[in-house]
């Protein structure tokens, strides 16, 4: 059973960082792709960044350039994203999710972590 | 960067009903789409990619079609478990984006 848990999210003020974490189990972690989509309270859902199989293709969304590094340890199975400089709008649900080509989707999500980015 | 639209953003549905929600991207996509279901509190859920292929376990009244830059997800007959949020997704590029969002309410 493919399975992906979160953690590491939390409270802190602007302009702080956080280190997410995602342990995934029940598949070849390293034959998929993986990203980050996170989920502002009450509002849709927003791209964060994603990372092939082997780390050699990464990606982010425009509003997360700069400020947060997505990598990878496939030796242990698990995903992270590094977030620096936070914002108020940064506050939101983390999701880790695995897929990218076959199908071209995000087949399976983690139960997400919160993070709340306040003074 | 392509942009998605959905419409309607809510609709009013009751049991047994057919719904149909459509996406729209800002610049043709072939059939890079993919639509999601998200009940309140929980992760989303995969329904289909591709634009009309069904992700394994899903049930079959739901249903994709499009190309290009106009999509349709339905729903034929609508079921207490149907209600929640739909969002699509672009597959095209890297960038993954998502639709909006469409809320299925209980007439």
């Known amino acids: 059973e493919v399975q992906l848990v979160e953690s590491g999210g939390g409270l802190l003020k602007p302009g702080g960082s956080l280190r997410l974490s995602c342990a995934a189990s029940?598949?070849?972690?390293?034959?998929?792709?993986m990203n980050w989509v996170r989920q502002a309270p009450g509002k849709g859902l927003e791209f964060v960044s994603s990372i092939s199989g082997t780390s050699k293709s990464i990606y982010y969304g425009d509003s997360m350039k700069g400020r947060f590094v997505i990598s990878r340890d496939n030796a242990k199975n698990s995903l992270y994203l590094q977030m620096k400089s936070l914002r108020a709008e940064d506050t939101a649900v983390y999701y880790c999710t695995r897929g990218g080509l076959v199908p071209p989707a995000f087949d399976y999500w983690g139960q997400g972590t919160v993070v709340t980015v306040s003074s | 960067d392509i942009q998605m639209t959905q419409s309607p953003s809510s609709l009013s549905a009751s049991v047994g009903d057919r719904v149909t929600i459509t996406c729209r991207a800002s610049q043709s996509i072939n059939n890079y789409l993919n639509w999601y279901q998200q009940h309140p509190g929980k992760a989303p859920k995969l329904l289909i990619y591709?634009?009309?292929s069904l992700q394994s376990g899903v049930p079959s009244r739901f249903s994709g079609s499009g190309s290009g830059t106009d999509f349709s997800l339905t729903i034929s007959g609508l079921q207490p478990e149907d209600f929640a949020t739909y969002y699509c997704q672009q597959s095209y590029t890297t960038l993954w984006a998502f639709g909006p969002g469409t809320t299925v309410e209980i007439k």
């Open positions: 029940g598949f070849t972690f390293s034959d998929y792709g």
């Open positions: 591709a634009a009309s």
